[in-house]
């Protein structure tokens, strides 16, 4: 479709949105960067990718974000810092003027729909002041068929205007970056940012809240399927490996990073990718590097003004680079984005410290512990402010920004899935070993890629095992294609005494942290390390 005629005016009114300038309804990837790049919103680079910069923010803007306190809300939300309350006449008034804002501005509309399965996919509306936030829309989300478009009715309508600056006075807003959430209403306001991943995440906290009550777990993570059909999932946060790990050219790609699991299996939230890019390579990453091409939309990856050569090494403008894309760019993608009940739970963790071992299989009460920590380490260099000394990292669920309820909830349901289903759950280690960091080294992709490999073709499940001494979860003692000296964490330390101590200090961090989410059962606790 094209731009403004009366059945367009007549279903933006139905979305409240009373739109006077030129509106451009469902535009092709083609026709959207094209539009970009006439409105001097991005450049083409050699590849033909969409270089695109988020200007002030390169990141979410997570102390801004918002949910409308409402007798919906009210009790099933976990209110706190990750979900601050907005009152309703706030709302109003915000979205009052958003919309004035909009009525004679150019804006563009998409529709899409979250969730890959028929079943549980919530229609949804994009309108945006950008061109290229519009195409980022169309590759991150489900892209309706023919006559799916012609069928489709919006339940959520998401408002994306960068250039309206909220007022905390009039708005109840923090600052003038305001995402607010009103699950009445069913509209999403994002204001006073550029960056895209706003729009992706909305959706994701929308479907974490009213899946549940369906019946449906909805998970941060990663999901590839063997030529068996055996489906494997990969939780981990931001620089653990979640999407290089599931990008596997003998699997079939699910999805790179969110996704329900219903009785039926398991199902992608989304209809693309949104990969880290920093210092990408083609040998490290063949199939992100691959889908890098025309539509692909890059956020603050550095390019040469003149030539249009790419920079991945760079982070002149930021660490968070990222590329954009439909889940087809990748080559062996399963399309649509839907498998059976996983056989493998995966969660990834880049400890800093050095402490625990590359690969270890957990309990179902092991699981749910270290699901509701959450727990990786960030070092000097990803992420501005940082001191030498690495930072642990706890994000319950692996993905506690986007849990409108409480992590509980979402522990509970992947405990009941585990032990139902018999799934088997592993945690992997891709951070560092022989020491913390700056002192031992990063663990070998090559042989992550191997750990990885020998747990989804079940080669470790009748493997020799030991207990870790301090965090009580088993040690395969072998594992095809790595060295068996690797395997044991303590053994690479120079020191061992050194070694007891730092996973001494990493356990008490555990302990420390566990003790937010207040009163659990009695299995879970007697999950927790000890020392």
């Given amino acids: 479709m094209g731009s403004t005629g009366n059945s367009v005016l007549d279903s933006l009114k139905a979305s409240g949105i009373r739109n006077t300038g030129e509106a451009h309804w469902n535009l092709s990837a083609a026709q959207l960067v094209e539009s970009a790049v006439k409105r001097g919103e991005g450049i083409l680079a050699a590849n033909g990718a969409l270089v695109v910069r988020t200007g002030q923010f390169t ?132 204001a006073g940012t550029e ?19 369906r019946g449906v777990f909805p998970m941060h993570c990663s999901a590839n399927m063997g030529t068996d059909g055996r489906v494997a999932l990969f939780f981990g946060l931001s620089g653990t490996g979640k999407t290089t790990l599931s990008a596997d050219p003998t699997r079939r790609l699910i ?63 930021t660490e968070n680079t990222r590329a954009a894309y439909p889940a087809d760019y990748i080559d062996n993608a399963l399309i649509p984005g839907v498998g059976g009940t996983p056989a493998q739970v995966i969660f990834l963790t880049a400890d800093a410290f050095g402490v625990l071992p590359p690969i270890s299989k957990l309990t179902p009460e092991q699981a749910m512990y270290h699901f509701l920590s959450g727990y990786t380490a960030k070092v000097a260099g990803t992420e501005r402010g940082l001191g030498k000394e690495p930072q642990a990292t706890f994000s319950a669920c692996f993905g506690a920004p986007f849990l409108p309820r409480h992590p509980r909830v979402y522990a509970e349901m992947l405990g009941e899935r585990l032990q139902k289903h018999h799934v088997s759950c592993w945690l992997v280690n891709t951070g560092w070993q022989g020491g913390p960091y700056g002192v031992g080294e990063r663990m070998s992709l090559p042989y992550t890629r191997a750990m990885v490999q020998a747990v989804v073709e079940g080669k470790l499940d009748k493997a020799a095992v030991a207990p870790h001494p301090v965090f009580g979860v088993m040690v395969p003692k072998e594992c095809p294609g790595v060295p068996a000296k690797l395997l044991d964490a303590r053994a690479q330390w120079p020191s061992a005494t050194g070694y007891d101590s730092a996973a001494a200090n990493l356990s008490a961090l555990f302990r420390k942290n566990f003790q937010k989410f207040g009163t659990m059962s009695e299995e879970i606790l007697a999950a927790a390390p000890v020392g």
């Avoid at 007798?71 to 009052?96: C, I, K, Y």
């Avoid at 895209?196 to 899946?211: D, H, P, R």
């Avoid at 050569?309 to 002149?316: F, G, K, N, Q």
Wanted: charged share 25%; net charge negative; hydrophobic share 40%.
């Fill in 59 to 190: 990141g979410r803007s997570v102390k801004d974000k918002f949910v409308v306190r409402q007798a919906e809300t009210e009790r099933t939300v976990d209110w706190g810092a990750v979900n601050q309350p907005m009152a309703e006449e706030h709302f109003d008034r915000l979205h009052s003027r958003v919309l004035a804002f909009l009525q004679s501005r150019e804006i563009f509309v998409q529709d899409c729909y979250g969730g890959a399965d028929p079943s549980y996919r919530l229609p949804v509306r994009v309108v945006t002041q950008r061109a290229w936030h519009n195409l980022f829309g169309r590759q991150l989300f489900i892209r309706p068929s023919a006559q799916e478009l012609a069928d489709h009715r919006p339940e959520f309508t998401l408002i994306f205007a960068p250039d309206f600056q909220a007022d905390p006075e009039i708005d109840g807003s923090r600052t003038e970056t305001c995402i607010a959430l009103n699950f009445r209403k069913r509209v999403v306001i994002i």
């Fill in 255 to 317: 999805g790179d990073d969110e996704h329900g699991w219903s009785d039926a299996g398991v199902f992608n939230f989304e209809g693309g990718c949104y990969a880290k890019c920093i210092k990408l390579s083609h040998e490290r990453e063949p199939q992100i590097w691959n889908a890098v091409r025309f539509g692909t939309v890059l956020e603050n990856v550095a390019c040469d003004p003149v030539s249009r050569l790419l920079d991945y090494d760079s982070d002149v403008i």
């Fill in 195 to 213: 960056y895209a991943g706003e729009l992706k995440k909305s959706v994701f906290t929308i479907l974490n809240y009213m899946l549940p009550e």
